[in-house]
């Protein structure tokens, strides 16, 4: 009869250790989310700057040290973070610029290094009445003009219908 009691406090011991790992590995996961949510705004700031850094020609090697590891793999992880569009599905076809949609139905345009003359900035654009154009409403005008002048109206229009 004593083994069999010794055989329920070793199974309470595996119960309680398996209890145990469940409640480890949720805990990492809320840990980990929290790091996520903490540290999102800082993380934009630098998929910003990578996409600068591309938009001005520079490559995955010289953005990885400048981030500050010699790993490929980790600069290529940064240059494909910041080549995704908005639905983190598609690679961005323009890594001069990126339009962010808005509720109202105007959206924001943010220019990486646009044009000739290399230009940074943020706007903020609707669609015009006639719905063939758009107009900075908001913000650094000149975007507008590079945007037209680059030929990207019709991508302008499209990625913001749509």
């Not at 145990?20 to 903490?38: F, G, P, S």
């Not at 934009?44 to 400048?66: D, K, P, Y």
């Not at 962010?100 to 609707?126: M, P, W």
Request: net charge negative.
């Amino acid at each position: 009869m004593k083994a069999n009691k010794n055989d329920d406090v070793l199974n309470q011991i595996r119960v309680a250790r398996a209890y145990e790992k469940v409640a480890l590995a949720n805990a990492r996961k809320r840990a980990q989310q929290m790091v996520i949510d903490e540290t999102a705004e800082a993380h934009e700031a630098v998929i910003e700057a990578v996409r600068q850094a591309l938009a001005s020609g520079q490559t995955a090697r010289q953005i990885g040290f400048a981030y500050g590891s010699s790993d490929p793999t980790t600069a290529r992880k940064l240059v494909n973070e910041a080549m995704l569009s908005d639905d983190g599905d598609t690679l961005n076809p323009h890594p001069e610029w990126k339009l962010y949609k808005n509720d109202d139905g105007s959206f924001n345009i943010k220019a990486y290094s646009l044009g000739e003359s290399g230009l940074s900035g943020y706007g903020v654009f609707t669609i015009d009445d006639d719905g063939e154009n758009f107009s900075c409403v908001e913000g650094d005008m000149w975007i507008q003009v590079q945007l037209y002048k680059l030929g990207y109206k019709d991508t302008v229009l499209e990625e913001a219908r749509g």
